[in-house]
Nanobody, 120 residues
Framework: QLQLVESGGGFVQAGGSLRLSCAASGTIFSINFMGWYRQPPGKQRELVATITSGGSTNYADSVKGRFTISRDSAKNTVYLQMNSAKPEDTAVYYC??????????????WGQGTQVTVSS
């Protein structure tokens, strides 16, 4: 059974920092890319950042210069360092990964989500 488990969410004051982690486990052959999405209250889910197996990154304009995505391939883990947090960053953050399993099938997987609340 393959799963993504997020951790590190919580409360932070505006201007503060928070670090999210997401660990993938199970029948993993390779992870092609990993990323973070978020869903603010009453809004649709949106891209935050992605990182490829080669380390190339992509960020939403709203978080560029404040958030940093990184990954530890040996641990099948992706991180999101959130600095200079703003109240508009308040959302449920979801980890996403494109994973090839031992059966050589690739699929999209999601974590359960972790709440981040930024107070003004």
């Amino acid at each position: 059974q393959l799963q993504l488990v997020e951790s590190g969410g919580g409360f932070v004051q505006a201007g503060g920092s928070l670090r999210l982690s997401c660990a993938a486990s199970g029948t993993i052959f390779s992870i092609n890319f990993m990323g973070w999405y978020r869903q603010p209250p009453g809004k649709q889910r949106e891209l935050v950042a992605t990182i490829t197996s080669g380390g190339s990154t992509n960020y939403a304009d709203s978080v560029k210069g404040r958030f940093t995505i990184s990954r530890d391939s040996a641990k099948n883990t992706v991180y999101l360092q959130m600095n200079s947090a703003k109240p508009e960053d308040t959302a449920v953050y979801y980890c996403n990964a494109d994973i090839t399993t031992w059966t050589r099938r690739s699929s999209d997987y999601w974590g359960q989500g972790t709440q981040v609340t930024v107070s003004s």
